[in-house]
Protein backbone atom coordinates (compact mmCIF):
# COMPACT_ATOMS: atom_id res chain seq x y z
CA UNK A 1 0.00 0.00 0.00
CA UNK A 2 1.09 3.09 -0.87
CA UNK A 3 0.80 6.33 0.60
CA UNK A 4 -0.61 8.92 -1.75
CA UNK A 5 2.32 12.27 -1.44
CA UNK A 6 0.25 15.61 -1.29
CA UNK A 7 2.27 18.37 -2.70
CA UNK A 8 1.20 21.21 -0.59
CA UNK A 9 -0.28 24.65 -2.25
CA UNK A 10 2.00 27.38 -2.44
CA UNK A 11 -0.23 30.03 -1.62
CA UNK A 12 1.61 33.35 -1.63
CA UNK A 13 2.34 35.79 1.26
CA UNK A 14 0.88 39.09 2.30
CA UNK A 15 4.18 39.82 3.53
CA UNK A 16 7.71 38.60 3.01
CA UNK A 17 11.45 39.81 3.07
CA UNK A 18 13.25 40.73 0.46
CA UNK A 19 16.34 37.88 0.39
CA UNK A 20 19.01 41.05 -0.66
CA UNK A 21 18.53 43.45 2.74
CA UNK A 22 15.98 41.68 4.44
CA UNK A 23 13.54 44.56 4.25
CA UNK A 24 9.53 43.94 4.74
CA UNK A 25 7.92 43.54 1.07
CA UNK A 26 4.41 43.78 1.09
CA UNK A 27 2.33 42.21 -1.61
CA UNK A 28 -1.04 44.09 -2.53
CA UNK A 29 -2.10 42.40 -5.72
CA UNK A 30 -1.99 39.13 -4.30
CA UNK A 31 -1.51 35.78 -6.37
CA UNK A 32 -1.96 38.08 -10.03
CA UNK A 33 1.87 39.64 -9.13
CA UNK A 34 4.84 38.15 -10.85
CA UNK A 35 7.39 41.07 -9.68
CA UNK A 36 7.68 42.84 -6.60
CA UNK A 37 10.31 45.31 -6.00
CA UNK A 38 11.69 45.81 -2.30
CA UNK A 39 10.82 49.19 -1.28
CA UNK A 40 14.57 49.59 0.31
CA UNK A 41 17.06 48.07 -1.81
CA UNK A 42 15.02 48.35 -5.20
CA UNK A 43 16.03 44.95 -6.03
CA UNK A 44 13.61 43.34 -8.49
CA UNK A 45 12.30 39.93 -7.01
CA UNK A 46 10.57 36.77 -8.54
CA UNK A 47 7.17 36.74 -6.80
CA UNK A 48 6.24 33.48 -8.72
CA UNK A 49 8.64 31.36 -6.71
CA UNK A 50 8.23 30.47 -2.97
CA UNK A 51 12.56 31.85 -2.37
CA UNK A 52 11.51 35.50 -4.48
CA UNK A 53 14.44 34.56 -6.45
CA UNK A 54 16.42 38.25 -7.48
CA UNK A 55 15.98 39.04 -10.59
CA UNK A 56 17.78 42.30 -11.04
CA UNK A 57 19.65 45.00 -8.33
CA UNK A 58 18.85 48.17 -7.91
CA UNK A 59 22.24 50.39 -9.59
CA UNK A 60 20.74 53.44 -9.64
CA UNK A 61 21.24 56.10 -7.27
CA UNK A 62 19.00 58.16 -7.25
CA UNK A 63 15.17 57.31 -5.88
CA UNK A 64 12.21 58.81 -7.34
CA UNK A 65 9.29 59.55 -5.33
CA UNK A 66 5.83 58.77 -6.94
CA UNK A 67 3.33 61.63 -6.67
CA UNK A 68 0.91 59.03 -6.02
CA UNK A 69 2.24 56.67 -2.83
CA UNK A 70 2.13 52.89 -3.25
CA UNK A 71 -0.79 51.84 -1.19
CA UNK A 72 -2.58 54.52 -2.17
CA UNK A 73 -6.66 53.82 -2.63
CA UNK A 74 -8.75 56.05 -5.25
CA UNK A 75 -12.03 55.64 -6.84
CA UNK A 76 -12.74 56.23 -10.97
CA UNK A 77 -16.20 55.34 -12.15
CA UNK A 78 -17.23 54.63 -8.52
CA UNK A 79 -14.63 51.33 -8.54
CA UNK A 80 -11.94 51.52 -5.89
CA UNK A 81 -8.40 50.91 -6.73
CA UNK A 82 -4.91 50.74 -5.17
CA UNK A 83 -1.78 51.49 -6.16
CA UNK A 84 0.82 48.69 -6.28
CA UNK A 85 3.15 49.22 -9.19
CA UNK A 86 5.23 52.43 -9.74
CA UNK A 87 7.65 52.89 -13.66
CA UNK A 88 9.22 55.56 -15.07
CA UNK A 89 9.36 55.10 -19.02
CA UNK A 90 11.33 57.02 -21.49
CA UNK A 91 11.66 57.65 -25.18
CA UNK A 92 14.50 58.90 -27.57
CA UNK A 93 13.50 61.96 -29.68
CA UNK A 94 15.57 63.74 -32.29
CA UNK A 95 18.65 63.78 -29.33
CA UNK A 96 16.23 64.11 -26.33
CA UNK A 97 15.45 62.30 -23.97
CA UNK A 98 11.40 62.64 -22.60
CA UNK A 99 9.92 60.47 -19.54
CA UNK A 100 6.75 59.66 -18.20
CA UNK A 101 5.41 58.18 -15.15
CA UNK A 102 3.50 55.10 -15.31
CA UNK A 103 1.13 53.76 -12.22
CA UNK A 104 -0.16 50.27 -11.97
CA UNK A 105 -3.63 49.96 -9.65
CA UNK A 106 -5.29 47.20 -8.80
CA UNK A 107 -9.10 46.00 -7.71
CA UNK A 108 -9.22 41.87 -7.28
CA UNK A 109 -12.54 42.58 -8.89
CA UNK A 110 -11.94 44.41 -11.89
CA UNK A 111 -8.63 43.97 -12.52
CA UNK A 112 -5.03 46.04 -13.20
CA UNK A 113 -5.74 49.53 -14.87
CA UNK A 114 -2.79 51.98 -15.25
CA UNK A 115 -2.63 56.13 -15.12
CA UNK A 116 0.06 57.65 -16.82
CA UNK A 117 1.44 61.30 -16.20
CA UNK A 118 3.88 63.39 -18.36
CA UNK A 119 4.33 66.85 -17.28
CA UNK A 120 0.75 67.26 -15.54
CA UNK A 121 -1.45 65.35 -18.74
CA UNK A 122 -3.27 62.48 -16.91
CA UNK A 123 -4.79 59.17 -18.43
CA UNK A 124 -6.50 56.55 -17.32
CA UNK A 125 -5.63 53.63 -19.26
CA UNK A 126 -7.36 50.05 -19.53
CA UNK A 127 -5.28 46.78 -21.64
CA UNK A 128 -8.42 46.06 -24.36
CA UNK A 129 -9.77 42.85 -24.96
CA UNK A 130 -10.57 43.33 -28.01
CA UNK A 131 -8.96 44.26 -30.95
CA UNK A 132 -8.82 47.71 -33.17
CA UNK A 133 -9.06 47.45 -36.81
CA UNK A 134 -6.14 48.91 -38.49
CA UNK A 135 -6.62 51.56 -41.23
CA UNK A 136 -5.01 53.46 -43.99
CA UNK A 137 -6.45 56.82 -44.23
CA UNK A 138 -4.75 59.06 -47.05
CA UNK A 139 -1.61 57.31 -46.84
CA UNK A 140 -1.32 57.57 -43.10
CA UNK A 141 -2.06 55.02 -40.69
CA UNK A 142 -5.09 55.11 -38.45
CA UNK A 143 -7.54 52.50 -36.02
CA UNK A 144 -11.35 52.34 -35.31
CA UNK A 145 -12.44 51.05 -32.23
CA UNK A 146 -15.93 50.95 -31.18
CA UNK A 147 -17.21 53.08 -34.20
CA UNK A 148 -14.18 55.42 -33.26
CA UNK A 149 -11.50 56.50 -35.40
CA UNK A 150 -8.19 56.93 -34.25
CA UNK A 151 -5.33 59.10 -36.05
CA UNK A 152 -1.93 57.91 -35.92
CA UNK A 153 0.38 60.32 -33.57
CA UNK A 154 4.13 58.59 -33.16
CA UNK A 155 6.02 55.51 -33.33
CA UNK A 156 8.53 55.70 -30.90
CA UNK A 157 11.03 53.19 -28.45
CA UNK A 158 9.86 53.41 -24.74
CA UNK A 159 12.50 52.33 -22.24
CA UNK A 160 11.55 51.51 -18.60
CA UNK A 161 14.12 53.57 -16.44
CA UNK A 162 12.95 52.71 -12.83
CA UNK A 163 10.22 50.76 -11.09
CA UNK A 164 8.89 50.70 -7.76
CA UNK A 165 6.01 48.59 -6.24
CA UNK A 166 4.43 44.55 -7.35
CA UNK A 167 3.72 43.80 -11.39
CA UNK A 168 1.46 41.09 -13.10
CA UNK A 169 4.24 40.45 -15.75
CA UNK A 170 7.82 40.11 -15.95
CA UNK A 171 9.66 43.61 -15.45
CA UNK A 172 13.06 44.76 -15.72
CA UNK A 173 14.85 47.99 -15.85
CA UNK A 174 16.19 48.30 -19.37
CA UNK A 175 13.03 46.35 -20.70
CA UNK A 176 12.25 48.21 -24.79
CA UNK A 177 9.07 48.01 -26.03
CA UNK A 178 8.08 49.73 -29.69
CA UNK A 179 5.38 52.22 -29.01
CA UNK A 180 2.36 53.07 -31.24
CA UNK A 181 0.22 55.90 -29.92
CA UNK A 182 -3.35 56.68 -31.83
CA UNK A 183 -5.52 59.70 -31.26
CA UNK A 184 -9.24 60.86 -30.72
CA UNK A 185 -9.38 63.10 -28.20
CA UNK A 186 -9.87 63.17 -25.71
CA UNK A 187 -9.12 59.25 -26.20
CA UNK A 188 -5.78 57.57 -27.32
CA UNK A 189 -5.21 53.59 -28.06
CA UNK A 190 -1.66 52.28 -27.67
CA UNK A 191 -0.21 49.17 -28.93
CA UNK A 192 2.85 48.13 -27.05
CA UNK A 193 5.02 45.37 -28.75
CA UNK A 194 7.09 43.23 -27.73
CA UNK A 195 8.72 40.43 -29.71
CA UNK A 196 5.59 38.01 -30.36
CA UNK A 197 3.25 39.92 -28.46
CA UNK A 198 0.70 43.03 -29.10
CA UNK A 199 -1.34 44.73 -26.21
CA UNK A 200 -3.67 47.58 -26.89
CA UNK A 201 -4.41 49.84 -24.25
CA UNK A 202 -7.03 52.79 -24.13
CA UNK A 203 -6.52 55.65 -22.44
CA UNK A 204 -8.79 58.68 -21.07
CA UNK A 205 -7.44 62.02 -20.70
CA UNK A 206 -8.00 62.98 -17.23
CA UNK A 207 -7.47 66.04 -15.56
CA UNK A 208 -4.83 66.57 -12.65
CA UNK A 209 -7.66 68.30 -10.15
CA UNK A 210 -9.81 64.41 -11.03
CA UNK A 211 -6.83 62.50 -10.06
CA UNK A 212 -6.13 64.51 -6.66
CA UNK A 213 -9.58 64.33 -6.00
CA UNK A 214 -10.37 60.45 -6.92
CA UNK A 215 -7.08 59.42 -4.28
CA UNK A 216 -8.20 62.38 -1.93
CA UNK A 217 -3.80 63.53 -2.33
CA UNK A 218 -3.28 66.86 -0.33
CA UNK A 219 -2.23 70.21 -1.94
CA UNK A 220 -3.31 70.23 -5.73
CA UNK A 221 -1.96 68.74 -8.61
CA UNK A 222 0.95 70.40 -11.03
CA UNK A 223 -0.13 72.79 -13.08
CA UNK A 224 0.44 70.98 -16.73
CA UNK A 225 2.28 72.34 -19.89
CA UNK A 226 1.97 71.85 -23.32
CA UNK A 227 -0.56 70.40 -25.14
CA UNK A 228 -0.49 66.33 -24.96
CA UNK A 229 -1.26 64.45 -27.79
CA UNK A 230 -4.79 63.31 -26.68
CA UNK A 231 -5.78 66.61 -24.72
CA UNK A 232 -8.97 67.61 -25.47
CA UNK A 233 -9.21 71.40 -27.05
CA UNK A 234 -10.86 73.74 -25.50
CA UNK A 235 -11.93 75.04 -28.45
CA UNK A 236 -13.51 72.34 -29.76
CA UNK A 237 -16.79 73.08 -31.79
CA UNK A 238 -16.45 76.63 -30.90
CA UNK A 239 -14.66 77.37 -34.25
CA UNK A 240 -18.52 76.09 -36.48
CA UNK A 241 -20.61 77.43 -33.77
CA UNK A 242 -19.18 80.91 -33.74
CA UNK A 243 -19.30 80.74 -37.70
CA UNK A 244 -22.61 79.38 -37.69
CA UNK A 245 -23.78 82.29 -35.07
CA UNK A 246 -21.73 85.08 -37.26
CA UNK A 247 -23.84 83.81 -40.43
CA UNK A 248 -26.75 84.43 -38.69
CA UNK A 249 -25.75 87.57 -37.53
CA UNK A 250 -25.17 88.89 -40.90
CA UNK A 251 -28.39 87.53 -41.75
CA UNK A 252 -30.32 89.83 -39.07
CA UNK A 253 -27.87 92.37 -39.80
CA UNK A 254 -28.50 92.35 -43.63
CA UNK A 255 -32.53 91.98 -42.73
CA UNK A 256 -32.43 95.52 -40.79
CA UNK A 257 -30.39 97.12 -43.39
CA UNK A 258 -33.07 95.82 -45.81
CA UNK A 259 -35.51 97.28 -43.55
CA UNK A 260 -33.75 100.57 -43.58
CA UNK A 261 -33.08 101.06 -46.73
CA UNK A 262 -36.51 99.88 -47.86
CA UNK A 263 -38.74 102.67 -45.29
CA UNK A 264 -36.05 105.54 -45.61
CA UNK A 265 -38.08 109.14 -46.98
CA UNK A 266 -35.12 108.91 -49.22
CA UNK A 267 -36.91 112.38 -50.04
CA UNK A 268 -35.83 115.52 -51.93
CA UNK A 269 -36.51 118.98 -50.62
CA UNK A 270 -34.66 120.61 -53.00
CA UNK A 271 -32.88 120.69 -56.29
CA UNK A 272 -31.22 123.51 -58.56
CA UNK A 273 -28.23 124.02 -61.07
CA UNK A 274 -26.05 127.17 -60.75
CA UNK A 275 -23.06 128.53 -63.05
CA UNK A 276 -20.46 130.17 -61.36
CA UNK A 277 -17.60 132.03 -63.29
CA UNK A 278 -14.34 132.23 -61.07
CA UNK A 279 -13.50 136.17 -61.22
CA UNK A 280 -16.29 137.70 -61.76
CA UNK A 281 -17.17 140.95 -60.06
CA UNK A 282 -20.14 139.29 -58.12
CA UNK A 283 -20.18 137.54 -54.65
CA UNK A 284 -19.50 133.93 -55.22
CA UNK A 285 -21.75 133.13 -51.53
CA UNK A 286 -25.04 132.99 -52.12
CA UNK A 287 -28.15 130.89 -49.96
CA UNK A 288 -30.32 128.63 -51.39
CA UNK A 289 -34.51 129.43 -50.43
CA UNK A 290 -35.94 127.68 -47.73
CA UNK A 291 -36.98 123.90 -47.52
CA UNK A 292 -38.75 121.77 -45.27
CA UNK A 293 -37.03 119.26 -43.29
CA UNK A 294 -39.90 116.89 -41.49
CA UNK A 295 -39.23 113.71 -39.02
CA UNK A 296 -36.98 112.43 -36.66
CA UNK A 297 -33.82 113.83 -36.59
CA UNK A 298 -32.03 112.02 -39.50
CA UNK A 299 -29.34 112.57 -42.27
CA UNK A 300 -29.04 114.83 -44.93
CA UNK A 301 -27.60 114.81 -48.33
CA UNK A 302 -26.38 116.75 -50.38
CA UNK A 303 -25.08 115.68 -53.58
CA UNK A 304 -22.93 118.60 -56.08
CA UNK A 305 -23.27 117.54 -60.30
CA UNK A 306 -20.73 119.41 -61.71
CA UNK A 307 -19.37 119.88 -65.95
CA UNK A 308 -15.45 120.10 -64.43
CA UNK A 309 -13.00 118.83 -66.87
CA UNK A 310 -9.40 118.89 -66.09
CA UNK A 311 -10.42 121.33 -62.80
CA UNK A 312 -11.08 121.21 -59.38
CA UNK A 313 -13.55 123.25 -57.35
CA UNK A 314 -14.47 123.72 -53.71
CA UNK A 315 -17.70 124.04 -51.91
CA UNK A 316 -17.84 125.75 -48.82
CA UNK A 317 -21.78 124.64 -46.89
CA UNK A 318 -23.38 125.69 -44.32
CA UNK A 319 -27.27 124.47 -43.37
CA UNK A 320 -28.45 126.67 -41.53
CA UNK A 321 -31.98 126.65 -39.18
CA UNK A 322 -33.80 129.55 -40.30
CA UNK A 323 -35.52 129.48 -36.74
CA UNK A 324 -32.89 128.42 -34.26
CA UNK A 325 -29.63 129.46 -36.27
CA UNK A 326 -27.99 126.31 -35.41
CA UNK A 327 -25.69 125.34 -38.35
CA UNK A 328 -23.83 122.81 -40.10
CA UNK A 329 -20.86 123.66 -41.69
CA UNK A 330 -18.90 121.63 -43.55
CA UNK A 331 -16.89 121.65 -47.07
CA UNK A 332 -16.29 119.92 -50.16
CA UNK A 333 -13.95 119.38 -52.80
CA UNK A 334 -14.50 117.98 -56.25
CA UNK A 335 -11.89 117.50 -58.68
CA UNK A 336 -11.95 115.55 -62.30
CA UNK A 337 -8.61 115.26 -64.13
CA UNK A 338 -7.97 113.00 -67.37
CA UNK A 339 -5.55 111.73 -69.65
CA UNK A 340 -4.40 109.39 -71.85
CA UNK A 341 -2.83 107.43 -68.97
CA UNK A 342 -6.42 107.81 -67.37
CA UNK A 343 -8.81 109.82 -64.87
CA UNK A 344 -8.38 111.07 -61.67
CA UNK A 345 -11.27 111.90 -58.99
CA UNK A 346 -14.65 112.63 -59.79
CA UNK A 347 -16.90 115.52 -61.29
CA UNK A 348 -19.63 114.55 -58.82
CA UNK A 349 -19.49 114.33 -54.71
CA UNK A 350 -22.08 113.73 -52.27
CA UNK A 351 -21.86 114.54 -48.45
CA UNK A 352 -24.21 113.31 -45.52
CA UNK A 353 -24.74 115.62 -42.68
CA UNK A 354 -25.81 113.58 -39.59
CA UNK A 355 -28.57 113.86 -36.78
CA UNK A 356 -30.51 117.05 -38.57
CA UNK A 357 -33.22 118.45 -36.36
CA UNK A 358 -36.60 118.80 -38.44
CA UNK A 359 -37.64 122.49 -38.94
CA UNK A 360 -36.99 125.25 -42.02
CA UNK A 361 -33.29 125.33 -43.33
CA UNK A 362 -31.39 126.68 -45.83
CA UNK A 363 -28.16 126.25 -47.53
CA UNK A 364 -25.24 128.66 -47.80
CA UNK A 365 -22.89 127.85 -50.32
CA UNK A 366 -19.60 129.30 -51.52
CA UNK A 367 -17.68 127.82 -54.31
CA UNK A 368 -14.12 128.35 -55.07
CA UNK A 369 -11.62 127.56 -58.18
CA UNK A 370 -8.72 128.17 -59.40
CA UNK A 371 -8.25 131.90 -58.62
CA UNK A 372 -6.19 133.06 -61.08
CA UNK A 373 -7.90 132.07 -64.11
CA UNK A 374 -11.03 133.35 -65.38
CA UNK A 375 -13.16 130.45 -65.97
CA UNK A 376 -16.95 129.03 -64.71
CA UNK A 377 -18.65 125.80 -64.15
CA UNK A 378 -22.29 125.01 -64.15
CA UNK A 379 -23.36 122.54 -61.51
CA UNK A 380 -25.97 121.24 -59.09
CA UNK A 381 -27.27 121.05 -55.47
CA UNK A 382 -29.44 118.23 -54.71
CA UNK A 383 -30.58 117.76 -51.49
CA UNK A 384 -32.46 114.68 -49.96
CA UNK A 385 -33.93 114.02 -46.26
CA UNK A 386 -33.13 110.37 -44.80
CA UNK A 387 -31.27 108.72 -47.55
CA UNK A 388 -30.64 105.07 -46.83
CA UNK A 389 -26.80 104.90 -45.48
CA UNK A 390 -25.48 101.50 -44.70
CA UNK A 391 -21.97 102.49 -43.45
CA UNK A 392 -22.34 101.57 -39.87
CA UNK A 393 -23.80 97.88 -40.90
CA UNK A 394 -20.99 97.62 -42.99
CA UNK A 395 -18.86 98.19 -39.83
CA UNK A 396 -21.06 95.56 -37.86
CA UNK A 397 -20.53 92.91 -40.40
CA UNK A 398 -16.75 93.55 -40.52
CA UNK A 399 -16.46 93.65 -36.74
CA UNK A 400 -18.54 90.36 -36.38
CA UNK A 401 -16.15 89.11 -38.35
CA UNK A 402 -13.49 89.42 -35.07
CA UNK A 403 -14.80 86.69 -32.91
CA UNK A 404 -15.14 83.40 -35.43
CA UNK A 405 -12.17 84.54 -36.83
CA UNK A 406 -10.35 84.85 -33.51
CA UNK A 407 -11.38 81.70 -32.68
CA UNK A 408 -10.67 80.13 -35.54
CA UNK A 409 -7.08 80.80 -35.04
CA UNK A 410 -7.04 79.91 -31.77
CA UNK A 411 -8.37 76.58 -32.14
CA UNK A 412 -6.02 76.25 -34.99
CA UNK A 413 -3.10 77.18 -32.99
CA UNK A 414 -4.01 74.59 -30.61
CA UNK A 415 -3.87 71.87 -32.86
CA UNK A 416 -0.50 72.75 -33.90
CA UNK A 417 0.54 72.60 -30.76
CA UNK A 418 -0.70 69.27 -30.35
CA UNK A 419 0.56 67.84 -33.68
CA UNK A 420 3.92 69.52 -33.18
CA UNK A 421 5.28 66.67 -31.18
CA UNK A 422 3.83 64.41 -33.44
CA UNK A 423 5.14 62.21 -36.16
CA UNK A 424 3.78 64.56 -38.65
CA UNK A 425 4.96 67.93 -36.62
CA UNK A 426 5.75 70.44 -39.64
CA UNK A 427 8.84 71.50 -40.85
CA UNK A 428 10.51 73.59 -38.56
CA UNK A 429 12.85 76.49 -40.46
CA UNK A 430 16.22 76.07 -39.07
CA UNK A 431 16.69 79.26 -37.16
CA UNK A 432 13.43 80.18 -35.77
CA UNK A 433 12.70 80.29 -32.48
CA UNK A 434 10.87 77.81 -30.14
CA UNK A 435 7.49 78.16 -29.53
CA UNK A 436 5.59 79.23 -26.12
CA UNK A 437 3.30 77.19 -24.01
CA UNK A 438 0.09 76.79 -25.09
CA UNK A 439 -2.12 75.52 -22.13
CA UNK B 1 -25.18 94.63 -29.16
CA UNK B 2 -22.78 95.32 -32.50
CA UNK B 3 -26.69 94.67 -33.97
CA UNK B 4 -28.53 96.85 -31.69
CA UNK B 5 -25.51 99.36 -31.84
CA UNK B 6 -25.36 99.98 -35.62
CA UNK B 7 -29.52 99.72 -35.86
CA UNK B 8 -29.41 102.69 -33.67
CA UNK B 9 -26.75 104.94 -35.20
CA UNK B 10 -28.19 104.49 -38.31
CA UNK B 11 -31.79 105.48 -37.18
CA UNK B 12 -30.52 107.96 -34.98
CA UNK B 13 -29.22 109.77 -38.34
CA UNK B 14 -25.21 109.49 -37.78
CA UNK B 15 -22.88 109.51 -40.17
CA UNK B 16 -19.58 109.00 -40.59
CA UNK B 17 -18.60 112.80 -41.98
CA UNK B 18 -16.78 115.13 -40.24
CA UNK B 19 -19.21 117.87 -40.13
CA UNK B 20 -18.31 120.92 -37.81
CA UNK B 21 -21.78 121.87 -36.15
CA UNK B 22 -21.59 125.78 -35.01
CA UNK B 23 -24.50 126.04 -32.48
CA UNK B 24 -25.64 129.34 -33.76
CA UNK B 25 -25.17 130.97 -37.11
CA UNK B 26 -25.30 134.62 -37.60
CA UNK B 27 -28.42 136.35 -38.76
CA UNK B 28 -26.97 138.39 -41.61
CA UNK B 29 -25.79 135.35 -43.28
CA UNK B 30 -28.94 135.52 -45.63
CA UNK B 31 -28.90 139.06 -46.22
CA UNK B 32 -25.09 139.23 -46.90
CA UNK B 33 -24.01 135.33 -47.89
CA UNK B 34 -20.29 136.43 -48.37
CA UNK B 35 -19.64 138.08 -44.69
CA UNK B 36 -20.06 134.29 -43.48
CA UNK B 37 -16.66 132.84 -42.71
CA UNK B 38 -17.20 128.52 -42.83
CA UNK B 39 -14.86 127.17 -39.92
CA UNK B 40 -13.34 125.46 -43.53
CA UNK B 41 -12.70 128.38 -45.30
CA UNK B 42 -9.12 128.40 -46.94
CA UNK B 43 -9.50 124.89 -45.11
CA UNK B 44 -8.86 122.69 -47.71
CA UNK B 45 -7.84 124.05 -51.67
CA UNK B 46 -7.04 121.76 -54.60
CA UNK B 47 -3.42 121.98 -55.52
CA UNK B 48 -2.81 118.98 -57.23
CA UNK B 49 -4.17 117.46 -60.59
CA UNK B 50 -2.54 115.05 -63.43
Redesign the interface.
Known sequence: MTTPTVTPQFVKPKALNCPNCGAPVELRGFAHTLNVVCPNCHSILDASTPEFTILQTFQRKERIEPQIPLGTRGKFNGQPYQVIGFQVREVDSEGSSYSWDEYLLFNPYYGFRYLTEYEGHWNFVRVLSALPVELNTMGKPAVEFQGRRYRHFDSLSARTNYILGEFPWQVRVGDVVQDRDFVSPPYMLSAEATPGEITWSLGEYTSGKQIWAAFQLPGSPPAYYGVFPNQPSPYEGKPAAFWSAWLWLNVALLAIALFFTMSSADREVFQNTYLFTQGAKTEAAFVTPDFELTGRPSNVEISIRTDLNNNWAYFNFALINEDTGQDFDFGREVSYYRDSDGAEGKPNDSVIVPRVPSGRYYLRVEPEMEPRILQSMSYSLTIRRDVPSNAFFWIAGVLLLIPPVFITFRASAFESARWRESDYAPAVKSGSGGGGDDD | M??G???Y???????????????????T??DN??S?R????G????I???
Request: aromatic fraction near 18%; avoid cysteine; charge should be positive.
Open positions: LLASTAHYSGWSLTRINEQKVAPKVRPGYSMYWYSRYGGK
